[in-house]
């Protein structure tokens, strides 16, 4: 049996996103997002779908097996085995049992310095955009690329012009946001449509695609961002608080999104000498973290989740393309153990 599956998700926005990066910088807006360091582009880095999950699945295992005990002891997933590891007054912390699905899924910590944890059997790698949607004159257009095609197993040749590439070339220029660009075609068109399809990207999406290279791509998502300016409501007055304006950027609504879980074979893993139960494949593996997907497109993911952001629809939750066996070269993303929320 093989050591290890790759499982590739695909998530739909259906509001806003913002995974911050913790803290106010003297920027064109007080909140940033993410973004990758090379590529510059925004992403969910996967310790935040790591602690998501792992607090959604423990919500749903608690809610299918409300008076769970151990050792004759009261303890639910829901918030022990969801939260920090050391029990505290009266939080009880990690089970740590070999029958737990959050905890053989997720990890747990365990002693001094959380000493004799494990590390857990799913992995999450960071959620890039695939699908990012841009207002044009002819109406919102998805812009993608080459190098983002890849992650889903597309191989796309022949985008090196400062050009928007559609399925046929109308001949007139198109604007992505302020920037205008020549139209070509892409004779590669239908066969990308064709593997969104199977990935079940809406067709009001697979309508209106557009690709432009490489070095365009980054330019063209980080200039068309959502940001908004909120403000601390007095209570006592009803009028704004003095010095209480703040700024926010964010993925807009309809970009999709695309990360990987890999998840682990549980036989190669015991927990204190005793055979782990609780899952017993990685396909049983994936199956526990997919629970969280309801709770994702009802609870959101990020901060402002008050405000009207945070929704993800995973629309599509198989295995891999890029599955191979291992010693094959292949090269990974960065990944993210199963852990806490962050």
């Known amino acids: 049996m093989a050591s290890y599956k790759k499982f590739l998700q695909v998530g739909l ?3 806003p996103i913002h995974a911050g990066t913790g803290g106010a910088r003297i920027v064109r807006v007080d909140l940033t997002i993410v973004r990758d360091p090379v590529t510059q582009l925004p992403k969910i880095p996967g310790s935040s779908l790591a602690g998501v999950y792992r607090t959604y699945v423990a919500m749903a295992e608690t809610e299918a097996n409300p008076n769970r005990q151990v050792n004759g002891k009261a303890w639910p997933y829901y918030p022990h085995c969801a939260g920090l590891g050391q029990a505290r007054d009266n939080y009880l912390g990690h089970c740590g049992q070999p029958d737990c699905p959050v905890c053989t899924v997720f990890g747990f910590a365990r002693g001094k310095d959380q000493a004799g944890g494990f590390a857990g059997l799913a992995a999450f790698t960071d959620a890039h955009v695939l699908l990012f949607p841009v ?3 002819q109406g919102p257009h998805w812009v993608t690329c080459p190098m983002v095609l890849q992650w889903v197993g597309l191989e796309v040749k022949d985008v090196e012009k400062d050009a928007v590439y559609r399925q046929d070339a109308s001949g007139n220029p198109l604007n992505l946001g302020w920037l205008l660009l020549p139209v070509c075609q892409c004779a590669e068109m239908s066969n990308i449509k064709e593997r969104l ?6 067709d009001y999406i697979l309508n209106h695609l557009a690709l432009v290279p490489d070095r365009l791509f980054a330019h063209i998502v980080n200039s068309n961002l959502e ?3 909120s403000v601390s409501i007095d209570p006592t007055t009803g009028a704004a ?8 950027e964010a993925l807009p609504r309809t970009t999709v999104l695309a990360w990987e879980i890999i998840a682990k074979n549980p036989a190669h893993f015991n927990i204190s000498g005793q055979q782990i139960t609780a899952v017993s494949d990685p396909q049983s593996v994936h199956g526990v973290a997919a629970q969280a997907h309801l709770y994702l497109e009802h609870l959101g993911i990020g901060g402002m989740g008050t405000r009207g952001m945070g929704r993800l629809r995973v629309v599509y939750s198989e295995q891999s393309p890029s599955n191979r066996q291992p ?7 960065s990944i993210s153990q199963g852990g806490g929320q962050s």
């Open 13 to 15: 926005a259906l509001d």
């Open 135 to 137: 207002p044009t004159r």
């Open 197 to 202: 399809q199977g990935l079940k990207v809406p």
């Open 227 to 229: 940001v908004r300016t």
């Open 241 to 248: 608080e003095e010095r209480a304006l703040f700024s926010y």
């Open 327 to 333: 010693g094959s070269g292949q090269t990974t993303s």
